[in-house]
């Protein structure tokens, strides 16, 4: 068992809030490990951290054998993780197809002179990545792949989300990174989209997959472990049920004495 | 755009009756002396634009040019060629159609920092007249060829451009914006105590000589005398087809899309590797690239610079085309171009009051149809392509 993804002692403070304090995650490579907690508890943060878009105070991550402590979020995405994010950032006036691109970049040709001059062969990566944002995005919802080039901004939630983690998923990252897939969706939503996320795995069998949720059927249904953190800091980890029967683990979330 | 199910290509008629109706109406409205007469054909003109829209007419034009714009882009460079035939003895009305193409270059370069990588700049006519300068102290000191003065126009103002890089890429918006209006003021300033380039007076700028053919004759074939202007026209033609080509293919490339995801989200950009620094400053090389050679021929058209030429109120006039031409769609520069530059020229009446006008304009286009008169469709990366 050797850990993709390796926290120590990770540590983030905003002004006097200890964000995350001195956690030690290890995300061993082609699991789904839930990352659950109450609201506040750091687990959006440890994303943000991990993706480089906050630096760590202290301790250290490293990523396939690599440290990407101090990486930058393009190093990080190169480096093979994607995210999607909590509240969506879809680009809204650009297409469907537009949007799934925006997530392939490091495997699209991004040289001036290609891009201008070069269209016939132009033409021929364009073609070969609509079919595969197209085969992609038929596992998910095989109607959306018809609408390609339509504006995302005229769709509803569930699709969204749909496209969101497609836009993460093209590039085949090692390791993805789920930031509260349900939120905003039906019990129903939730449910079909969870299928879709299992059924993508089929398609991808390496992949490893942190997933961010309040929604403990979802947790239950579709991790192979769970660590739940509290103020920062990781107060219980393990399979779902062993994770959830934790004394501390309810007090944190219910508040029981 | 693209509609779902629907395989076969839009119709080229309607785009091509469109072309038709356009040119019979500008050169109507080029022809009109009379002040009266052209007030009534203005409203004329916009009655006929909101009445086509009223009765959906609009749809199938702008369907037919999403769908053949490669043909109707040669149709229109034939109806430019009709209207610039048409007035070939007029100097005044090549000039003012010359004017206009050059605008139009001028804001696709801008419309490359703006539109797409959202970088705002109202510095846009300083870099015009950078441009417009170069060809100044190039044709008068040196006997360097014309056209490679042009291309030494757009490169300087890309050169003096990249003094901003830095102010430009650590702000943000409105602050990115404050610098660019720093460096007009300043440009303005060091241009009007600058003896060596005329000072407050400016300078002459010797016309265009094309491998031996001077702009400044009048051109005889046969019996048929054309304006001198005529050949700036085709000049300016074959510079403005040539941006707006790049223009159009920068944007329907991966490129143009890095541009699109940083200007809508530099967070979520970064997170999928994209060089937010490196594009940005792409974008405005090119953009300023663009406006400089602009602003070199337009120098030997006019035949005289001053740095009043070049303030912060013409820059603000290359932004409000932007805006009211549709923020992104090369097409609604050119219209709003004609529209900006071409009315207060016939209205003699209004202007005076042509900065008002401007600023009515920009405002009712805010309000009315925040994404300008015509809004920037979906990307498509190959018109007409389907699946």
Redesign the interface.
């Known amino acids: 068992m050797t850990a993709l993804l390796q926290a120590r002692g990770l540590t983030r403070k905003f002004g006097g809030v200890v964000a995350l304090d001195r956690l030690d995650l290890d995300v061993v490579a082609g699991e789904i490990l839930g990352l659950i907690g109450p609201n506040g508890s750091g687990k959006t943060t440890f994303f943000n951290v991990v993706t480089g878009i906050y630096g760590a105070h202290e301790g250290h991550i490293s990523f396939d054998g690599a440290d990407i402590t101090k990486a930058s979020s393009r190093a990080v995405y190169h480096a093979g993780i994607s995210r999607t994010f909590q509240r969506s950032r879809l680009s809204l006036p650009l297409s469907i197809f537009d949007n799934i691109m925006i997530g392939n970049h490091k495997r699209l040709n991004q040289g001036l002179w290609f891009n201008l001059m070069r269209r016939g062969d132009f033409k021929r990566e364009f073609e070969a990545n609509y079919r595969a944002a197209r085969a992609l995005v038929e596992v998910f919802e095989p109607q959306l792949a018809e609408r390609l080039f339509e504006p995302v901004a005229g769709l509803p939630m569930i699709d969204r989300r749909r496209i969101e983690i497609c836009r993460a998923l093209i590039s085949q990252p090692k390791l993805l990174l789920l930031d509260e897939p349900s939120a905003g969706m039906t019990h129903d939503e939730t449910k079909e989209l969870m299928d879709d996320i299992l059924q993508v795995r089929e398609f991808n069998k390496g992949l490893t997959i942190i997933i961010v949720e309040h929604e403990m059927g979802v947790i239950e249904r579709i991790t192979d472990r769970c660590a739940v953190l509290n103020f920062g800091r990781k107060i219980a980890e393990g399979p779902y049920r062993q994770v959830a029967a934790d004394r501390q683990v309810q007090e944190a979330y219910l508040g029981v004495a | 755009?693209?509609q779902?199910?629907q395989t076969s290509r839009a119709s080229l008629l309607p785009g091509i009756a469109a072309l038709v109706l356009a040119t019979g109406y500008l050169i109507a409205l080029l022809a009109v002396e009379k002040q009266p007469l052209i007030i009534g054909l203005l409203a004329f003109g916009i009655a006929a634009v909101l009445a086509a829209n009223w009765f959906g007419w609009l749809d199938p034009v702008s369907r037919s040019f999403a769908d053949r714009e490669d043909r109707l882009g040669c149709f229109a460079i034939l109806a430019a060629f009709v209207v610039a035939v048409f007035f070939r003895e007029d100097h005044f009305v090549l000039l003012l159609f010359v004017t206009v193409l050059l605008y139009v270059v001028a804001t696709l370069g801008l419309n490359i920092q703006f539109g797409y990588a959202g970088v705002l700049n109202f510095a846009g006519a300083s870099f015009f007249g950078i441009g417009a300068y170069t060809s100044a102290v190039l044709n008068t000191y040196t006997a360097i060829p014309h056209l490679l003065v042009l291309l030494i126009g757009g490169l300087l103002a890309a050169l003096i451009g990249s003094l901003l890089l830095l102010p430009v890429l650590r702000t943000r918006g409105h602050y990115a914006a404050l610098v660019t209006i720093a460096f007009a003021l300043l440009l303005k300033t060091f241009l009007e105590v600058n003896d060596v380039l005329g000072g407050p007076q400016g300078m002459q700028v010797k016309p265009m000589n094309l491998f031996g053919w001077s702009f400044n004759d009048n051109i005889h074939i046969g019996s048929v005398e054309l304006s001198f202007y005529f050949s700036y026209f085709v000049v300016s033609m074959v510079l403005l087809v040539g941006a707006f080509i790049?223009v159009r293919?920068?944007e329907r490339?991966?490129?143009g899309?890095?541009l699109?995801?940083l200007r809508?989200?530099e967070?979520?950009?970064?997170?999928?590797?994209?060089?937010i620094a490196r594009w940005k400053i792409?974008a405005f090389l090119i953009g300023n690239f663009l406006i400089g050679i602009a602003g070199a021929l337009f120098g030997m058209v006019g035949s005289f610079v001053a740095p009043n030429n070049y303030t912060f109120a013409d820059s603000l006039i290359l932004v409000s085309i932007l805006l009211l031409g549709g923020i992104g769609n090369p097409w609604g520069l050119v219209v709003a171009t004609f529209i900006v530059v071409v009315v207060p020229e016939k209205l003699q009446t209004i202007q005076e009051y042509r900065f008002l006008l401007y600023s009515v304009l920009v405002i009712a286009v805010l309000l009315f149809r925040p994404e300008g008169l015509l809004p920037r469709p979906?990307?498509?990366?190959?018109p007409g392509w389907r699946?």
């Open positions: 755009m693209a779902a199910g790049l293919r920068l490339s991966w490129i899309l890095n699109d995801a809508l989200d967070t979520a950009a970064s997170c999928f590797g994209l060089d792409t979906v990307r498509s990366y190959f699946p």
